[in-house]
């Protein structure tokens, strides 16, 4: 009886193991390479994740941001630069198995990239999201990419801001709104037209979502210039 415990258990970690290495969605090559090619950032492929800052070294705020399940790191350096471009230091994570949710490093594990900034922010797409929302009590603000919370920040002081998409299939943006209970009632919801749940990263469609009519490049001006604006206030 007991060996067969013991080889159900081994089967059981084994196969969630090998599950969270398959079906990882990479980062696509075009914007990431442009991404690279950017001479206003520089990007360090760090111990604590992949940091962006302004390539004149003028940096005053961070953001921590956490990737969504099963999606490369480095698919959300392309909309993430034009914030570093702006003076703000982030830092992308890289999941413990590819999964926010078996990541139980907490935030200065992150921000120590840059010791220097006093002023964090953490933020998340889809999964990534929802972890951020549980790093968010160390944090100056949380942002949302196509994600809401399970954890309730609603008596917080937390500046919030959401973004969500009209064609996103998967974090919907009745899903998003329903979930707006557990924000602060000052949290920031914005809902970009024509984005679907995979246009708030780099990494091609996924399954279940629906079809973005936004460009990949009106997507990022978009999202910086909600980004940017929100982070500086």
Not at 85 to 102: D, K, M, Q, S, Y
Not at 161 to 182: C, F, I, M, N, Q
Request: charged share 15%.
């Amino acid at each position: 009886m007991l060996w067969a415990v013991v080889a159900v258990l081994v089967l059981t970690v084994g196969g969630t193991l090998a599950w969270t290495q398959i079906g990882v969605m990479a980062a696509e090559e075009g914007p990431l390479a442009e991404a690279q090619d950017n001479p206003k950032i520089t990007i360090d492929d760090a111990p604590e994740g992949i940091v962006l800052t302004p390539a004149d070294g003028d940096s005053g705020t961070g953001l921590v941001f956490v990737p969504g399940a099963k999606v490369d790191p480095w698919a959300y350096v392309a909309i993430l630069q034009g914030t570093a471009e702006a003076g703000t230091t982030v830092v992308i994570t890289r999941p413990w198995l590819n999964l926010a949710f078996f990541d139980p490093r907490r935030l200065d594990a992150f921000t120590s990239a840059a010791p220097e900034i006093d002023d964090w922010s953490v933020g998340g797409h889809s999964l990534g999201g929802v972890r951020a929302c549980q790093l968010a009590e160390g944090a100056e603000s949380l942002v949302l990419f196509a994600s809401y919370c399970s954890t309730d920040l609603s008596d917080t002081d937390l500046d919030v801001l959401s973004l969500a998409g009209s064609e996103d299939g998967l974090s919907t943006p009745a899903k998003v709104a329903h979930a707006r209970y557990l924000l602060p009632a000052s949290a920031e919801l914005v809902e970009i037209p024509g984005a679907s749940h995979a246009s708030f990263g780099d990494y091609g469609p996924q399954s279940g979502d629906g079809t973005p009519t936004i460009s990949g490049v009106e997507m990022h001006e978009t999202v910086t210039e909600l980004l940017v604006a929100f982070l500086q206030d």
